[in-house]
């Protein structure tokens, strides 16, 4: 068989690895979204949806109602403008995240992407034809403006910023938030900001770099804040001339996200916040619970400020997560997210309270 070399370049997510080698009744400390179900008042407007007969294809862009809302959005919480028709909705952010880099690079064009970062960012980049360049992160686990400029070349097409970060939970500062939009206004660099943890954040704030740069692509989604991982429904927004490349790639592999999706994410954009205020209170509780505890096993370990990952070092991360496997414990290595971050693993503390005291005293038997 004769396969595409892109394709053979790239391997199964590491996160998956994990899963697939565990048991079923395993702690699942690896697990990247919510474990809270869809709030009722989502559920009911998809029922609603099908009830009406709302279920055939909607424009290749999402239907008006939804980016309409999605617009006042963007206005009123993150401060940047985007009109309706500067909006697509896309199945999942992972869609919208492919569909940014495809029509953006040539071959060999080259991407920054943090290092460690999402698994989906250098993978996407190479299936994409362009080349993944990892940007070290500081001491604090953020990406810095000098960093980010010390690897500019004349090939740099994008660079990739995730705040509040995946695998890391750091939250970016505005000053580099501002620093890094203004480079890349410099140099005409396009940023591609996954913001899908935007509304986790524990201490510090949330901001978009398109406050500063039109040359940026801001990627979003329900799956995190709403626990709709599963109704696979993202947006993105950008000037237009951005849009109007997009909306290429995505009418060809997508058509449209689900249309029952969509109005489920209008009730969950339009609805009230108090969900989302009540996860993201249950979710610091669990972040202090597991930071003290990791401290305690005297593990060097920085102090998550958003998302739901805490990021120890550990020692060598793959023999970490092996050992934890073998005793019903799944977490992931910090060589999945990179090349800096052998001596890590991610742990996700998207789960119960009594699944993390179960885990913390399985593992001050073996560590």
């Known amino acids: 068989m004769r396969f595409s070399s892109l394709i053979e370049r790239i391997d199964i997510s590491g996160i998956r690895k994990?899963?697939?080698?565990?048991?079923?009744?395993a702690i699942n400390l690896g697990l990247g979204e919510p474990d809270f179900d869809t709030p009722e008042y989502i559920k009911r407007a998809a029922k609603d949806a099908i009830e009406k007969g709302f279920t055939k294809y909607t424009h290749n862009v999402g239907i008006p109602e939804l980016r309409e809302a999605i617009s006042e959005k963007f206005k009123k919480e993150n401060g940047i403008e985007y009109s309706p028709e500067e909006i697509i909705i896309t199945s999942g952010a992972s869609e919208g995240l492919y569909i940014a880099l495809r029509s953006l690079l040539d071959p060999e064009d080259e991407v920054l992407v943090p290092d460690p970062g999402f698994v989906s960012y250098s993978n996407l980049t190479i299936i994409c034809g362009g080349r993944p360049?990892?940007?070290?992160?500081?001491?604090?686990?953020t990406l810095s403006p000098e960093r980010v400029s010390e690897f500019i070349t004349e090939k740099t097409k994008a660079i990739v910023l995730n705040s509040p970060s995946n695998p890391t939970g750091a939250v970016q500062s505005r000053e580099s938030i501002k620093g890094i939009a203004e480079i890349?206004?410099?140099h005409d660099i396009t940023i591609i900001s996954d913001e899908v943890y935007e509304y986790f954040i524990y201490e510090g704030e949330h901001c978009?770099?398109?406050?500063?740069?039109?040359?940026?692509?801001t990627v979003n989604a329900t799956s995190k804040s709403y626990a709709m991982t599963g109704w696979r429904l993202g947006y993105l927004g950008a000037p237009k001339e951005y849009v109007n490349q997009m909306?290429?790639?995505h009418q060809y592999v997508q058509a449209c996200a689900s249309s029952i999706s969509q109005h489920a994410a209008l009730a969950a954009i339009t609805g009230p916040k108090d969900f989302v205020k009540m996860m993201v209170e249950e979710f610091r509780r669990r972040r202090d619970f597991i930071y003290t505890a990791l401290r305690d096993l005297g593990l060097e370990v920085e102090k998550p400020r958003g998302a739901f990952y805490i990021f120890p070092k550990v020692g060598d991360g793959v023999e970490f997560t092996k050992k934890l496997i073998k005793h019903n414990i799944i977490t992931v290595p910090g060589s999945a997210f990179?090349?800096?971050?052998?001596?890590?693993?991610?742990i996700s503390y998207a789960t119960s309270m009594d699944n993390l005291r179960r885990a913390i005293e399985i593992m001050k038997k073996i560590i």
């Open 247 to 249: 909306i290429k790639v």
């Open 184 to 186: 890349a206004e410099d």
């Open 133 to 141: 360049v990892g940007v070290p992160l500081e001491e604090d686990l």
């Open 338 to 346: 990179g090349k800096n971050a052998d001596d890590r693993a991610r």
């Open 18 to 25: 994990m899963f697939e080698s565990a048991s079923s009744d």
């Open 208 to 217: 978009s770099p398109a406050r500063y740069t039109d040359n940026c692509i």
